[in-house]
């Protein structure tokens, strides 16, 4: 590969994800890091998608529903860790996008570093939305990227003062925005009262505070007959998303004493069209709450469940969000308070435009380099040998980042071989989410008798 700086070609970019959410952050940033800023022309970029397989891989159903992030569904492949890594050693990637959980970061930071590239790729990575838990663990899992990036200036001073605390090097992390983030600005329109409650996999985790939720919204349906009130979901039973649903709310809703009332409606889709009719955006704590603020439409975030971290609604302390839905039957709309706005990512005065202008000249200053160093990772087979192996192993990389042996599979010979390993694969999946959302409970209920 010539240097970076004598390149005529176009720029080569991969996008890794894991699900369907992140895919969607990672498609969109390689879109907003390769875009050029103010007059500048955005050079000729090929951007290939890749999702790595695993119990959350989106279906096409889930990958048509994110909207439009520049690549055609068409073009987007499914491939193991080991897949990954051979089709950058082959391909000669110019920018890899890791949308990835942080122990999957992790692994493909060592498996890049393995491959010894004469000309590696520059490698960003970052969060999907709210940081509220593992902070520690997820950051330096991500540690080792060449850009770590940040949604928010909240975000990017809690990750430095992380690496600088561990004694590792800071200077990869930097601040931009949600890539996601758009839409016109909220227009009360005559006649339409919509209430938008944005469902979230794992948070409230039980079944009775899933319920009770549910519960709630369809009394506030019934309370207001004439307000149009939607359950946005992400996902129908037996797909995953960026996290385990065991109890979806379809199922629940099945459940519930009675008719659902008329104005009561699930819909699923894009986030960003279901916002564009939203007069009240409610949830627990799901990053849909950022989307909504952005474009100023009133936003509530529930506390009837506590403020708690392990339901993620602590990250809007001082947000002026917090409110139950006792306050939303009574007609209380929460305001946002600016100072806690302005240090979020979420941009709605206008500054969104620029939020990724610090992100793109630093990828841009890394293309331009003829070498690039080695990656390096803070967690080493010398600095956590009791942890990094087995993050590897999941990945089936050795500790030193190379293929455990057996891991490459051989090429297929035909499209019968190949349909018949798909097929496999795809009773796997099926199998597996089977599992997790129908055994798991019960021996779960069992284990508790």
Request: overall charge neutral; hydrophobic content about 40%; glycine content about 10%.
């Amino acid at each position: 590969m010539p240097p970076r700086t004598e390149k005529t070609t176009a720029l080569r970019v991969a996008v890794l994800a894991d699900s369907d959410t992140r895919w969607k952050w990672g498609a969109l940033t390689a879109r907003r890091l390769t875009t050029g800023a103010g007059d500048a022309p955005a050079p000729r970029t090929e951007i290939s998608g890749l999702l790595l397989r695993g119990r959350a891989t989106p279906t096409p159903r889930q990958l048509a529903e994110v909207g439009d992030v520049g690549i055609d569904t068409d073009r987007v492949r499914e491939v193991t860790a080991v897949e990954f890594l051979d089709t950058v050693r082959d391909e000669g990637y110019d920018l890899v996008v890791l949308a990835l959980v942080g122990g999957a970061v992790q692994a493909m930071l060592h498996g890049l570093a393995a491959l010894r590239l004469p000309a590696r790729p520059v490698v960003v990575t970052g969060y999907v939305g709210v940081v509220y838990e593992k902070l520690a663990d997820g950051l330096l899992l991500r540690h080792g990227a060449d850009v770590v990036l940040a949604n928010s200036r909240h975000d990017a001073d809690r990750f430095r003062a992380v690496y600088e605390g561990v004694g590792a090097d800071a200077s990869a992390v930097t601040e931009a925005a949600l890539p996601f983030l758009g839409g016109a600005p909220h227009r009360p329109e005559p006649g339409r009262d919509t209430v938008v409650f944005a469902a979230q996999p794992s948070v409230p985790a039980s079944r009775a505070d899933r319920t009770y939720l549910l519960r709630r919204l369809v009394e506030h349906a019934r309370l207001h007959p004439r307000r149009e009130v939607l359950l946005k979901l992400r996902s129908k039973p037996g797909e995953h998303t960026t996290h385990i649903e065991e109890l979806p709310y379809q199922r629940l809703a099945e459940r519930l004493p009675g008719a659902l009332p008329p104005n009561f409606r699930l819909v699923y889709g894009h986030m960003g069209e279901v916002l564009d009719r939203t007069d009240l955006l409610v949830t627990v704590s799901s990053t849909a709450a950022l989307e909504s603020l952005h474009r100023r439409i009133p936003t509530a975030v529930l506390t009837d469940l506590g403020v708690r971290e392990a339901l993620g609604n602590h990250h809007f302390v001082g947000s002026g969000l917090l409110t139950s839905w006792d306050h939303l039957d009574g007609g209380a709309h929460p305001e946002p308070d600016a100072a806690w706005l302005a240090g979020q990512g979420v941009a709605a005065d206008g500054t969104y435009a620029t939020a990724y202008d610090t992100a793109r000249a630093r990828v841009t200053a890394l293309l331009a380099r003829d070498q690039l160093p080695d990656l390096a990772p803070y967690y080493t087979p010398a600095t956590a040998p009791g942890y990094l192996p087995g993050i590897l192993a999941r990945h089936h990389l050795a500790p030193d980042g190379r293929p455990l042996p057996g891991a490459t599979a051989p090429k297929e010979t035909g499209r019968v071989r190949g349909a018949v390993r798909e097929a496999v694969r795809d009773a796997a999946r099926g199998a597996y989410r089977q599992g997790v959302q129908r055994v798991a409970p019960v021996i779960r209920r069992m284990g508790e008798l």
